[in-house]
Each structure stands twice: as structure tokens, then as C-alpha cells.
């Protein structure tokens, strides 16, 4: 069993991040919470993967934007991932299709992708999507603002599947999780659900982490 953890990353630098939040509290300070949240999200990630055998066989990718390839491969490095790749161009929808389908070319059989903007996120989370890959071909975790703050398939998805989840979707609504799961649904996929987190978008969100 070949398996990748795919974290999306923005380049923490003022003006290039977190935009929605950079509207409430400036720029600057928004650089300081997206790297912040993205070393979070990494340790997280790499905790995970020291918690044991089965955890130590996922490779974990930083995907980053917008850097040069060089660029992300020495930030990758930097936050301990396996390597550093670029997310490319393009909205979400094609830029998560696009780490999909890296990974499946490179063999993975499980690909689990998620953000950098969860302060709560802890590692028992990430074996919990893995584990429900071995039993369900879609995983999603569902965001208290309607969206989803991770999303896993296996090989065993429909090949047809990545491209109805990731194409259309009204990305930062509150509708994508229902739409999501209304995609999958079309094509006969009951995705397994994790636990609701809340990631951190809007300067409201900050509140429970002052």
C-alpha cells in the first residue's frame, strides 16, 4: 500500500496569503498567521507520521504556491516534508486535481489532501481519514463553514469521480460540501465523513484562538 499526504500551502509573504483574512487585519499580520499554521500543519503531519509503522509508509508532499520549483522543494525541506512540489496554476478545483494526479502517476493508492489554515488539526486526525480509506474510496472532512477541510481517495474511486468533485464547485461557499457530496453521490460513492474542524479564513475565526 503506496500512500501519499498531499498539504496545500500558500508562501507566507504579505499580499500572497489569506486574502479574506488580510481584509480584516492587514497583510502583514496575515503572512504571520499562514506561517504559523503552516509550520502547525507540518508537525502535525510529521508526528503522524512518526506515530508508527503503518503512519511511517505515507509520504508527505508540501504543495506549495506560488513558488518557483526550486523554491518549493527548499520549503518542503524546511517544514520536514519528503519533498516540496508546486501546486501550479490555475483556481483550487484544478490545483487539487492536478496533486491527485501526481500522486496516482508516482503509484499511491491512498492520496489524502488537505490545507494549512487548521489550528486544531492534531495527527489522530490524518490516521483517521487514512483508516477510512481502507474502507470507503472518498473521505471528506467537513468544515463548519460548509466546505471541507479534507478530502481522500483511493484507487478504487471511479476514475470518472475526481473530475465531478473538483470541477464547478463554488470554492470559500458554503455549498461545497453538499455539492460534493451530491457529485459523488451521482456515481454511486457514499464518502465516509470524518470529524467537523474549523479552519481559519476570516478574521472571526481567529476568535477561539486569541
Not at 492587514?26 to 508508527?52: D, N
Not at 473538483?166 to 457530496?181: E, H, I, Y
Request: aromatic share 4%.
Amino acid at each position: 500500500m503506496r500512500r501519499q499526504l498531499v498539504v496545500l500551502a500558500r508562501w507566507p509573504v504579505a499580499g500572497r496569503c489569506k486574502r479574506r483574512l488580510a481584509a480584516g487585519i492587514g497583510t502583514g499580520r496575515a503572512a504571520r498567521v499562514q506561517q504559523r499554521l503552516s509550520a502547525h500543519t507540518m508537525a502535525s503531519c510529521r508526528a503522524w507520521q512518526q506515530a508508527g509503522t503503518g503512519a511511517a509508509a505515507a509520504e508527505l508532499v508540501l504543495a506549495a504556491d506560488p513558488l518557483a520549483p526550486g523554491a518549493a522543494r527548499r520549503w518542503g525541506l524546511a517544514l520536514g516534508a519528503g519533498r516540496g512540489v508546486q501546486q501550479g496554476r490555475g483556481g483550487l478545483g484544478l490545483r487539487m486535481m492536478r496533486q491527485l494526479q501526481r500522486a496516482r502517476r508516482e503509484g499511491a493508492d491512498q492520496v489524502v489532501l488537505i490545507g494549512s489554515d487548521l489550528p486544531a488539526l492534531a495527527p489522530p486526525d490524518l490516521g483517521a481519514a487514512f483508516e477510512a480509506l481502507n474502507q470507503a474510496c472518498l473521505v471528506l472532512g467537513p468544515a463548519c463553514d460548509g466546505g471541507y477541510w479534507l478530502i481522500g481517495l483511493s484507487r478504487r474511486a471511479p476514475s470518472r469521480l475526481a473530475a465531478r468533485l473538483f470541477s464547478g464547485m463554488p470554492w470559500g461557499s458554503a455549498a461545497v460540501l453538499d455539492r460534493t457530496l451530491a457529485a459523488a453521490r451521482i456515481l454511486g460513492v457514499e464518502p465516509l465523513l470524518l470529524e467537523h474542524r474549523r479552519d481559519l479564513d476570516r478574521p472571526a475565526d481567529l476568535e477561539p484562538w486569541r
